[in-house]
């Protein structure tokens, strides 16, 4: 959980819609944000976890 205390609450909102399976122009609808933003955030949550594939961001998000 601390790993998680690093994300701003925009990147945990589109952290909990990546774990859900949603796609990024479904996040950007979601959040009312532009895909390029939704891309940036989930960027800046892979470097802030440490991790290089979605599939690893998955992994530590449901651990």
């Given at each position: 959980q601390?790993l ?7 990147e ?5 819609r990546?774990v859900?399976?949603?796609l990024n ?12 933003t939704?891309e ?5 949550i ?5 991790v ?5 961001l998955l992994r530590?998000?449901?651990s």
């Amino acid at each position: 959980q601390s790993l998680l205390s690093k994300l701003t609450g925009r990147e945990r909102q589109v952290l909990e819609r990546i774990v859900a399976g949603r796609l990024n122009k479904q996040i950007a609808d979601d959040l009312s944000i532009s895909i390029k933003t939704v891309e940036a955030h989930r960027a800046n949550i892979m470097e802030k976890l440490n991790v290089n594939t979605v599939a690893d961001l998955l992994r530590l998000a449901l651990s």
